[in-house]
């Protein structure tokens, strides 16, 4: 049986199930219990997404995908399947893949600047209250009004102790700066540093276009971020996935109702983005994901439990891939329901009891047809994957990240002056020119250091408006609760 199609084959059930390539950016949902095949469910779609020339992203949280550089043939039960759905066209493949990390041991290093990130996210990876938040806000909006760019942690630090040693003089202009709410801040960035902050932060910075990249032969990359290191900071990760989705709503174009979809974003373990959510994290949430498609991006929430993600967000999911689900509490029992009641009803199936029963690789299966219209679910036997679902050994990856186009691009550090450099400057020109440490200095010395000051501000300044970094002082939907536009 052959499945030639323009779209992408999900399983087979009472027919044949496919996604609509042009339905792709309408989000979508891959729920079940641990251990019942959404993993691979990620996979087949992704290894499709790629043939078909749209470039995907997903965070690798086990380790097991790195495989999808090779081609398959290695397991038995994807034979099995191959077999049971007279796929006779079948053949195995590897796909373009292109690894990043953090950290920089299993991929590209992936970095963003404290200014890019904005207040909002930082809060949140920091674990701020709502008082210490708006107390960095207004570090940022300091350091934004004195052309101070916030590249790295340290830069950070420098701003949030400037701004706790001159609280008094801040205070008429920008309102009250608790000195408790300083130290809580600084006490949380030690904290963030020493989980690998400093590698997150930086220059250069990821440029998101380079997600969107195709091979030689038209093949969407597979970009894999390596998250295992990553998730035992668990709000780390989330926040950061929050952050490279804003950054596709912010750079990408209106595209309106394309074809295909330029990426398609893969966030798994999606629960941990809306744990200990505040309000107005939340509603910008809400927001990107309602209006981010009319830029050409799908998003595909995979978690463990539908109940996980909010319902104004779950609403806009039209594409649904549920696996077993466990009912042992009667908070489970309640989640048995919802994802049964979220289909469109099927007169020939009980959802609620079927997602009892699903066996490893099956799932209940609704996708929107062409009109956008969801269709009636029906239970189906999941396609196989076509990579090979072993795991590639540390030479195999370290061999494709040196072959890539984009080796050497973010492999060395750059540390340009910016925030912590100026303000160094600047507590050395006070010391050099106050009485006490420098007696009989004249006055056109204190102007000069005060002039050179203000030259390395304008400097900094220049950079802010000119260059790409600098323009994310003017942060977008999820830098800044002031919500200004950013990148012209």
């Known amino acids: 049986m052959s499945k030639v199609t323009s779209g992408l084959f999900v399983g087979t059930g009472s027919a044949d199930l496919f996604l609509s390539l042009r339905m792709a950016n309408r989000h979508g949902l891959i729920a079940g219990a641990t251990g019942t095949g959404k993993t691979v469910t990620l996979r087949v779609l992704a290894e499709q997404l790629s043939d078909l020339g749209v470039p995907v992203f997903m965070a690798d949280i086990k380790g097991d995908l790195s495989g999808m550089a090779n081609p398959g043939g290695d397991h038995p039960k994807v034979a099995d399947r191959v077999k049971e759905l007279n796929l006779d066209d079948f053949s195995y493949s590897g796909f373009p893949v292109v690894f990043w990390d953090i950290f920089g041991d299993r991929g590209h290093p992936l970095r963003a600047t404290v200014s890019e990130m904005g207040p909002l996210l930082l809060s949140r990876i920091l674990s701020l209250n709502e008082t210490q938040s708006g107390v960095l806000n207004l570090v940022f909006k300091i350091a934004d009004d004195s052309g101070l760019l916030l590249l790295d942690l340290k830069d950070l630090r420098a701003m949030v102790q400037h701004v706790g040693d001159n609280a008094a003089r801040f205070k008429t202009e920008y309102g009250n700066i608790s000195p408790a709410s300083i130290g809580a801040i600084q006490r949380n960035l030690l904290v963030l540093e020493q989980q690998g902050g400093d590698l997150l932060f930086g220059e250069p910075a990821l440029d998101i276009m380079d997600f969107l990249q195709t091979d030689g032969s038209g093949r969407g990359t597979v970009n894999i971020l390596a998250a295992e290191r990553l998730m035992q900071s668990p709000k780390v990760y989330a926040t950061f996935l929050l952050?490279?989705?804003?950054?596709?709503?912010?750079?990408?174009?209106?595209?309106?109702?394309?074809?295909?979809?330029?990426?398609?974003?893969?966030?798994?373990?999606?629960?941990?983005?809306?744990?200990?959510?505040?309000?107005?994290?939340?509603?910008?949430?809400?927001?990107?994901?309602?209006?981010?498609?009319?830029?050409?991006?799908?998003?595909?929430?995979?978690?463990?439990?539908?109940?996980?993600?909010?319902?104004?967000?779950?609403?806009?999911?039209?594409?649904?891939?549920?696996?077993?689900?466990?009912a042992f509490t009667p908070r489970d029992q309640k989640a048995v329901r919802a994802a049964a009641q979220t289909f469109r009803a099927n007169p020939e199936l009980d959802t609620e009891t079927v997602i009892l029963e699903l066996g490893v690789g099956e799932a209940l299966v609704s996708l929107l047809d062409d009109k956008g219209i969801p269709a009636m679910v029906d239970k189906a036997k999941v396609a196989p994957p076509r990579s090979s679902l072993g795991l590639l050994t540390p030479a195999e990856i370290s061999r494709i990240v040196h072959d890539s186009l984009l080796f050497g691009t973010y492999e060395k550090t750059l540390d340009r002056e910016s925030a912590y450099e100026l303000l160094k400057k600047r507590a050395e020109t006070t010391q050099a020119d106050s009485p006490t440490s420098s007696p009989g200095r004249s006055s056109g010395t204190e102007r000069s250091g005060t002039a050179d000051l203000l030259g390395a501000f304008a400097k900094s300044a220049a950079h802010a408006i000119g260059s790409q970094v600098g323009r994310q002082i003017i942060r977008g939907i999820l830098g800044s609760i002031f919500g200004s536009a950013r990148r012209r």
């Open 243 to 326: 952050w490279l989705l804003a950054e596709l709503f912010e750079q990408l174009p209106e595209v309106g109702d394309p074809a295909k979809p330029r990426i398609v974003f893969f966030f798994d373990e999606a629960h941990l983005l809306f744990d200990d959510l505040a309000p107005a994290l939340a509603e910008r949430i809400e927001q990107v994901v309602r209006l981010i498609r009319s830029k050409g991006v799908g998003v595909f929430f995979v978690t463990q439990n539908p109940l996980d993600i909010p319902d104004a967000v779950l609403g806009q999911l039209g594409n649904r891939v549920q696996h077993a689900l466990r």
